[in-house]
């Protein structure tokens, strides 16, 4: 049987009474990449958050490695293997670019001890910033900032919300690289939500599609990126 990184079985979710997601369904392999697309407004952020512990669990059940999240905080779910880079980057405008790396800090059950050096080495561009402080970087820069803040944690799973969004093409090209480093040489087990279709499907060979709050694809990427039409009436307008 396959290892099971994280899993949710038939969960509700959303914010007050609200209901966002509906019975939804989703596991990933240990080490396994996928992507999550969809319009605006379906639950994708949502679906990050609820992993977390963001948002109003209505039902169902949330596991990483076989332990039930269900009941943490999200503190203790961070602690438990999980790394989020949420939409916004939330990174500390009045510390500097390694204070911020330090503060997030800690042991964790990933398979590779993060430090500053490592994030340094991973994003080069950071290293030469490293006494700058959060508010005086760029777009891009606060982007890998928050994704090796996320990383200091050790998670074992990496969860990633529109780490393109709003960034010039070079930037993203760099920010990809290192996501596919990730993936490939650290074995990074990652759920990325990304707007771009054509950087969600040549990141991951498992696409996910949602609609309304629930999976409504769940195959290849290579499959879904040949097939245009029903690509365009997934989401839209394919975006790449």
Not at 78 to 100: D, I, K
Not at 140 to 160: C, D, F, H, K, T
Not at 183 to 191: F, I, Q, S, V
Not at 201 to 217: H, Q, T, W
Request: hydrophobic share 40%; charged share 25%.
């Amino acid at each position: 049987m396959v290892d099971r990184a994280l899993a949710l079985h038939a969960v509700s979710a959303g914010y007050g009474d609200t209901v966002v997601l509906e019975e939804l369904e989703l596991a990933l392999a240990q080490g396994e990449s996928v992507s999550l697309i969809g319009r605006n407004g379906v639950g994708k952020s949502t679906l990050l958050e609820t992993v977390m512990g963001h948002t109003s669990l209505h039902g169902g059940a949330i596991r990483l490695h076989g332990r039930e999240l269900t009941k943490l905080a999200p503190f203790r779910r961070a602690r438990a293997g999980l790394g989020y880079v949420p939409q916004e980057r939330e990174v500390f405008p009045s510390l500097s670019v390694r204070e911020n790396l330090e503060v997030a800090a800690r042991g964790g059950p990933g398979a590779r001890r993060w430090s500053s050096e490592a994030v340094f080495e991973l994003f080069p561009q950071l290293a030469a910033r490293q006494a700058n402080r959060g508010n005086q970087l760029s777009g891009g820069e606060q982007q890998m900032l928050s994704i090796g803040r996320a990383l200091m944690g050790n998670p074992s799973v990496l969860l990633l919300d529109e780490p393109s969004e709003g960034l010039s093409p070079l930037i993203v090209e760099e920010l990809v690289r290192a996501l596919k480093r990730l993936r490939d040489e650290e074995g990074m087990t990652c759920l990325l939500v990304e707007q771009n279709t054509r950087i969600a499907l040549g990141f991951s060979p498992r696409a996910l599609v949602m609609n309304r709050g629930r999976i409504v694809y769940d195959g290849t990427s290579e499959a879904l990126a040949r097939d245009r039409a029903r690509l365009d009436a997934l989401i839209g307008v394919a975006r790449g």
